[in-house]
């Protein structure tokens, strides 16, 4: 009844008109930067959340970390659920604190109801049977909705970024330019399409965080989707060479069903023999599938990525 629960109440975020409209967004710190139309030849155009950090400055440069569920980031006054990730908080004290070096945070909204089309990982997808793939269509998140309002086109959203918004980043903020300055950011669906991602285009980012992966790709488990995901990072793993991945995940709500299945997925990293000091896994006993929860552990996966080295720190 708890997940039953929980999957009702991110329908009520899917059906939700106002989220056609870019919200006001205020922070606690820094300051955020409303960029209201990114044109896409790959996506449906879409406004983006540029926090920029206290103390920014055009005569310093940044690393970049680009999130997806971009409503849900900064301000609860302004999400469907009024929790939030804290980002400007959590990010801006750990660079006043000197626990990191600086960079901006770039929030890429969701595609509303197309989220799960957006966000499941393509390839996997369509290395399940026709049979299989046409099953998955037909489920619904409650009577009358599709989970999938779409087809499957989380490339074309990988595109999207790769291809649009981090050139536009590039070109119009004061930040460090290449891969070894870029990561990618998310939690739930945000964790699939943040490690496929980085599998997709490993020349174009350093790192990729993904809070309670949501390793079932559905609502239920299936091991034959689970499968598809285990055989594209077991088959793709070898493209990575310094990019550091970050997993965590909690045993409460929906974050019930992940532990076993990270289990699996922390093996597949051993297997492969993917350095110790370049990926993480951690385990949050009693923790939930909510933004405040993603909140509260926050700064690991910042500090992991962003973590000052011994020469900068020096200087």
């Known amino acids: 009844m708890k997940l039953v629960a929980l999957l009702f109440s991110l329908s009520i975020f899917v059906v939700h008109t106002s989220y056609a409209n870019t919200p006001k967004v205020q922070v606690s710190k820094g300051h955020i930067e409303v960029i209201d139309n ?12 540029v926090w920029l950090p206290p103390g920014y400055s055009k005569n310093t440069t940044y ?18 659920n009024k929790q939030e990730w804290r980002v400007d908080e959590v990010a801006g004290s750990l660079i006043e604190q000197g626990k990191v070096r600086p960079f901006i945070v770039v929030g890429i909204p969701n595609a509303v109801e197309n989220r799960h089309s957006e966000y499941y990982p393509q390839q996997p997808f369509e290395a399940l049977s026709k049979q299989k793939q046409n099953a998955l269509y037909q489920l619904e998140k409650y ?17 999207f970024l790769v291809k649009e918004v981090i050139p536009y980043i590039e070109s119009n903020y004061n930040v460090n330019k290449g891969a070894q300055h870029r990561y990618i950011g998310g939690s739930s669906m945000g964790g699939l399409i943040s490690w496929y991602t980085l599998l997709n285009y490993p020349n174009e980012f350093s790192g990729a965080i993904c809070m309670s992966t949501h390793w079932p790709g559905i609502f239920s488990h299936d091991d034959e989707v689970f499968a598809e995901f285990q055989n594209y990072i077991a088959n793709n793993i070898a493209k990575l060479s310094n990019q550091k991945v970050y997993f ?6 929906l974050d019930a069903m992940y532990p076993k299945l990270q289990a699996q997925i922390d093996d597949l990293f ?14 949050f006993p009693g923790e939930d599938h909510t933004e405040n929860a993603w909140a509260k552990r926050l700064h690991i996966p910042l500090e992991f990525m962003f973590r000052k080295t011994k020469q900068a720190a020096a200087e």
């Open 38 to 49: 990114i044109e896409s030849q790959f996506v449906k155009n879409r406004f983006l959340n």
């Open 63 to 80: 690393d970049v970390l680009y999130m997806h569920d971009g409503r849900m980031l900064f301000d609860a006054n302004s999400t469907w």
């Open 143 to 159: 009577p009358g909705h599709k989970l999938f309002a779409s087809k499957v086109y989380s490339d074309n959203y990988s595109r």
């Open 248 to 253: 965590d995940y909690g045993d409460s709500t």
């Open 270 to 283: 051993m297997a492969q023999q993917y350095p110790a000091k370049l990926w993480q896994s951690q385990y």
